[in-house]
């Protein structure tokens, strides 16, 4: 199962009885801020949950698979890398291994 930002709404105001409109605008105010955190190149901590942070990746080559002898210039871009933050990784161990590996049985929203 997937948790959507309207799942996460959801249960947010089950647990405070607050309005659904009055979270949805709470939670989406904070992504914008990480996101806008994470486009000016800085660093965003959240103790206990993890951190994220821009890095480059390098340039490189690739290959295209259904022709592998062309050759594909990748530039060199940034990316956003997350690491877990201590209990974040305790709470993922406790799950059993046959649950982190099933794969969603729902299509992908688009």
């Known amino acids: 199962m997937t948790l959507t930002k309207r799942d996460l709404v ?3 105001c089950e647990d405070t ?5 009055h979270v949805l605008d709470i939670i989406q105010r904070t992504f914008d801020h990480m996101i806008k955190a994470l486009a000016k190149g800085e660093k ?11 890095r480059v990746r390098k340039a490189r ?6 022709a ?16 877990a933050g201590k ?6 161990r406790k799950l059993p291994p046959k649950l982190a590996a099933k794969p969603s049985t729902q299509p992908p929203k688009g």
Not at 61 to 66: E, K, L
Request: aromatic share 6%.
């Open 68 to 83: 592998p002898a062309i050759k594909v210039p990748i530039p060199e871009r940034s990316v956003v890398k997350f690491k």
């Open 17 to 21: 009885g607050l309005v659904q409109q």
């Open 10 to 12: 959801l249960r947010v």
């Open 44 to 54: 965003l901590e959240l103790r206990n949950f993890g951190i994220f942070e821009v």
């Open 87 to 92: 209990e974040m990784r305790a709470a993922v």
């Open 61 to 66: 080559v690739g290959r295209n698979p259904s």
